[in-house]
């Protein structure tokens, strides 16, 4: 199965934190096969706090999208996270923003990620590896998704 993970990170060195939070991932979750440019953005929710470097993960998975949840987790516990307040700093965040085309909404997952077509950090390095990708509940593109997105918030390529 196809699971596109956004993975970010604000505290420490950023860019050692995405190729260790990538490499965990390719260990434990499945085969790495598309990984977006990595991209520094405003903090999106909660201002006051340093910027993020953002990535785009494909991967390939044998997970169950409950177990791809728990083993990002698991990942998140290893690099040391620590859950402070909502859109506060973190060393890693790793999100699932789509699993092939399921729609999953329970207490633990949300499945596609409810703030994806909101947030460009998301749409723009999606939009780099994916942009003919259809957002299984909106049916439309993620290429027309990012140019219909009312999100301002400064997203730059660093690598």
Not at 89 to 96: A, T
């Amino acid at each position: 199965m196809k699971a596109y993970l956004q993975t970010g990170t604000n505290i420490g060195d950023r860019t050692a934190q995405l190729e260790e939070a990538a490499r965990k991932i390719s260990i434990s979750m499945g085969n790495i096969e598309a990984i977006s440019k990595l991209y520094e953005t405003e903090p999106w929710g909660l201002k006051n706090q340093p910027y993020f470097y953002n990535q785009v993960l494909l991967i390939e998975t044998t997970l169950s999208p409950i177990a791809l949840l728990r083993a990002a987790k698991l990942i998140e516990q290893e690099m040391g996270r620590v859950n402070t307040e909502k859109w506060g700093r973190r060393v890693i965040d790793i999100d699932i923003l789509l699993y092939e085309d399921q729609i999953i909404e329970t207490e633990e997952l949300t499945i596609p990620h409810p703030m994806l077509h909101k947030r460009n950090f998301c749409l723009i390095p999606l939009l780099e590896i994916a942009p003919e990708l259809e957002h299984p509940v909106l049916k439309e593109t993620i290429e027309d998704i990012y140019w219909a997105s009312s999100d301002d918030l400064e997203v730059i390529v660093v690598a």
